[in-house]
T-cell receptor, first 112, second 115 residues
Framework: DQQVKQNSPSLSVQEGRISILNCDYT??????FLWYKKYPAEGPTFLIS?????DKNEDGRFTVFLNKSAKHLSLHIVPSQPGDSAVYFC???????????FGSGTKLNVKP | NAGVTQTPKFQVLKTGQSMTLQCAQD?????MSWYRQDPGMGLRLIHY???????DQGEVPNGYNVSRSTTEDFPLRLLSAAPSQTSVYFC??????????????FGPGTRLTVL
């Protein structure tokens, strides 16, 4: 049973517009959340993270929002660029601080 | 720094064969881990290690063995490959702050096919 879910397998957005990628989780013990970006034939690369004590974290064009009551987090990319086209994974950590659970990924396509 | 390196990039095995996927990092990270990526499943943690001589199971450890004799290396062994182990395997490493592991750095992956 997946504890971290990304229910949208794909998303298509026009260049310059906002991309919103969503992630839901089931375990209230998760204390740290991350987003990774993955290009084909490469390993995932870290994008942005948020601790459970915060509800927002911003880094340039990327902002992650955390809604603990809804067990939901989202990644906003503004403005979207064609180079942002990739698969985005959300991940969560719990308990003994060393186990990470990943969602199934959302493939973002930013059209020029 | 080379970061996290994995060999081989591709491998085809027959059912029952054994092999070792290699992973090395040159960042002096305490934490290393192995994941498998399957369609629709995301990345699932197989095994991880918080230092030389210390390993623990992740979400899907069955059919895999690991050991950590040095800080740099964390090989993953398949003792008797099965078609269900066809997947893309990623190794990752991270520094630790106290007992916590934060951001992981991933290798480029090994694509394994078991016939």
């Amino acid at each position: 049973d997946q504890q971290v879910k990304q229910n949208s397998p794909s998303l298509s957005v026009q260049e310059g517009r906002i991309s919103i990628l969503n992630c839901d989780y089931t375990n209230s013990m998760f204390d740290y959340f991350l987003w990774y970006k993955k290009y084909p034939a490469e390993g995932p690369t870290f994008l942005i993270s948020i601790s459970s004590i915060k509800d927002k974290n911003e880094d340039g064009r990327f902002t992650v929002f955390l809604n603990k009551s809804a067990k939901h987090l989202s990644l906003h990319i503004v403005p979207s660029q064609p180079g942002d086209s990739a698969v985005y994974f959300c991940a969560a950590r719990k308990g003994n601080f060393n186990k990470f659970y990943f969602g199934s990924g959302t493939k973002l396509n930013v059209k020029p | 720094n080379a970061g996290v390196t994995q060999t081989p990039k591709f491998q085809v095995l027959k059912t029952g064969q054994s092999m070792t996927l290699q992973c090395a990092q040159d960042m002096n990270h305490e934490y290393m881990s192995w994941y498998r990526q399957d369609p629709g499943m995301g990345l699932r943690l197989i095994h991880y290690s918080v230092g030389a001589g210390i390993t623990d199971q992740g979400e899907v450890p069955n059919g895999y063995n690991v050991s950590r004799s040095t800080t740099e290396d964390f090989p993953l062994r398949l003792l008797s490959a099965a078609p269900s182990q066809t997947s893309v395997y990623f190794c990752a490493s991270s520094s630790q702050i106290g007992r916590r592991t934060d951001t992981q750095y991933f290798g480029p992956g090994t694509r394994l096919t078991v016939l």
